[in-house]
């Protein structure tokens, strides 16, 4: 512990510059991409099907590999916010739901 | 149909502040959580700070972690930055979704704004944009809230080392797939909806057996939203 707090190395500034670089490349490149696509209804309707398919194919997976905790609370959110439309009340009960199953071992 | 002009105010930013409450313990758990990772693989304070502020985007910084080595050598540093590529990819089609929503905002604005993209402000801007909302400040009052956050938030998980819980034991790994899980429960309107995320769905869990990491995020959206674009005709 004898590097003082505020030492960073040169090599890992190189890494994390990098990283910035590439994260930044993907979060404007889509979008600037998509200034140089024209617009038309065809491509209008793939962006309006894209956030739902985004989501649908993040959530799978995770839902998958969390096993049966993971997919309880994914189900009680989703049951939530179809009776209440109310975000947090779906996140806090999908929250509840994993804890209390992985508190009974599920 | 969408038409209205696309303005930007304060309060709108302050709206996107509030929007952003829901996840808040989770962006907080998962930051503190990176602190401690950061700690344990010997980073400095300076170091842990910079990649957490820099880089932006929770998972592909824990993945870079894992690739860490203390001696740095070419090779490592290109593999830090190609891991954060692969699991950062679905930030190209996140963006492209914005398009519609921000295309009339000019570039000097949307281009430094992106910088604060994440999953969070995304979902916060699409839903209201859905419901009618123009102000832009919902995308990027939520955002350099959101970046805030996550920038103090390694602080107390860098100096209390091993001292934050493991946080699935408290489900908060839960919160932002429950997020995304509720989010998509108004954006479903009927038939075009059920073909294009049954698509996503199949082609997601396909590659995600296959190939595994976070392609099944790129394959499955990019079919989704091609059987969206031609459904219902």
């Given at each position: 512990m004898s590097e003082p707090v505020l030492a960073a190395d040169w090599l890992f500034v190189v890494a994390v510059l990098g990283?910035?670089?590439?994260?930044?490349?993907?979060?404007?490149?889509g979008y600037w991409i998509m200034g140089r696509v024209p617009l038309t209804p065809r491509i209008r309707r793939a962006l309006e099907a894209?956030?739902?398919?985004?989501?649908?194919?993040?959530?799978?997976?995770?839902a998958l590999k969390g096993g049966v905790p993971a997919l309880l609370a994914l189900a009680v959110s989703a049951g939530v916010m179809a009776v209440?439309?109310?975000d947090i009340v779906a996140v806090v009960?999908?929250?509840?739901?994993?804890?209390?199953?992985?508190?009974?071992?599920l | 149909m969408s038409?209205?002009?696309?303005?930007?105010?304060?309060?709108?930013?302050?709206?996107?502040?509030?929007?952003?409450?829901?996840?808040?313990?989770?962006?907080?758990?998962?930051?503190?959580?990176?602190?401690?990772?950061?700690?344990?693989?010997g980073l400095t304070f300076a170091e842990t700070l910079l990649i957490n502020?820099?880089?932006?985007?929770?998972?592909?910084?824990?993945?870079a972690m894992e690739v860490y080595q203390a001696q740095l050598t070419q090779g490592v540093i290109l593999a830090m930055i190609g891991v954060t590529a692969a699991v950062n990819m679905r930030l190209l089609l996140i963006g492209a979704s914005l398009r519609p929503w921000l295309g009339g905002v000019p570039s000097y604005q949307t281009y430094p704004s992106l910088f604060?993209?994440?999953d969070i402000n995304w979902l916060i801007a699409l839903r209201e944009y859905d419901k009618g909302e123009r102000d832009w400040g919902?995308?990027?009052?939520?955002?350099?809230?959101?970046?805030?956050?996550?920038?103090?938030?390694?602080?107390?998980?860098?100096?209390?080392?091993s001292a934050v819980a493991d946080p699935a034991k408290w489900g908060l790994d839960v919160i932002l797939p429950a997020y995304f899980v509720a989010l998509l429960v108004p954006l479903w309107k009927g038939k075009r909806q059920t073909v294009s995320w049954l698509a996503a769905g199949a082609v997601a869990l396909i590659t995600w057996f296959l190939v595994g990491g976070y392609w099944a995020i790129l394959t499955g959206a990019m079919s989704g939203a091609v059987v969206g674009a031609f459904a219902d005709e």
């Open positions: 990283m910035t670089a590439v994260t930044y490349a993907m979060r404007a490149g894209l956030p739902g398919a985004i989501i649908v194919s993040t959530v799978l997976p995770i209440l439309r109310k009960c999908a929250v509840a739901a994993a804890a209390l199953s992985r508190a009974y071992g | 038409e209205r002009s696309v303005s930007i105010t304060f309060a709108g930013c302050l709206r996107g502040v509030r929007y952003c409450l829901p996840v808040l313990p989770g962006t907080v758990a998962f930051g503190a959580v990176f602190g401690t990772v950061c700690a344990q693989k502020s820099f880089v932006f985007a929770g998972a592909s910084q824990f993945v604060f993209l994440t919902i995308f990027l009052g939520s955002g350099v809230f959101i970046w805030i956050v996550w920038s103090c938030a390694v602080i107390p998980g860098y100096w209390a080392g």
